[in-house]
């Protein structure tokens, strides 16, 4: 004759809780600001490759930020060293117009703050 399983018992209802590590990020406080009785607390928009919607922190006016691309350093550096290595005829530019080495700023087209910059 065959046994009867012992019976189930229910699961636990949660797993347990486990704390999170504290990470900081580098974004800075969000700012309050007060104009004729409305308070503006603006906080820190991350800024990506394309333009981004935000409110300025400096003028509190809702933008489209604008950007221009420029090489990054390491763009420059890898350029001179190719130059050095003898492809000084044109092959010593390719680092500049490579995507990866380029760099998006960002700033208010109404006061011209600079809002930061995406390294891609």
Do not use: Q, W
């Amino acid at each position: 004759m065959k046994s009867m399983p012992p019976p189930y018992e229910p699961p636990p209802s949660a797993p347990p809780v486990y704390t999170h590590a504290n990470i900081e990020y580098n974004y800075a406080y969000p700012r309050i600001h007060t104009d004729n009785g409305v308070t503006i607390i603006t906080t820190v928009v991350p800024v990506g490759a394309d333009s981004t919607h935000m409110i300025c922190p400096n003028c509190n006016t809702e933008i489209e930020t604008t950007t221009f691309e420029k090489p990054r350093t390491i763009a420059y550096l890898l350029g001179a060293f190719i130059c050095i290595l003898g492809c000084f005829c044109g092959c010593c530019l390719i680092p500049c117009f490579m995507k990866s080495l380029r760099e998006t700023h960002h700033s208010c087209p109404n006061c011209n703050h600079y809002l930061g910059r995406f390294r891609t």
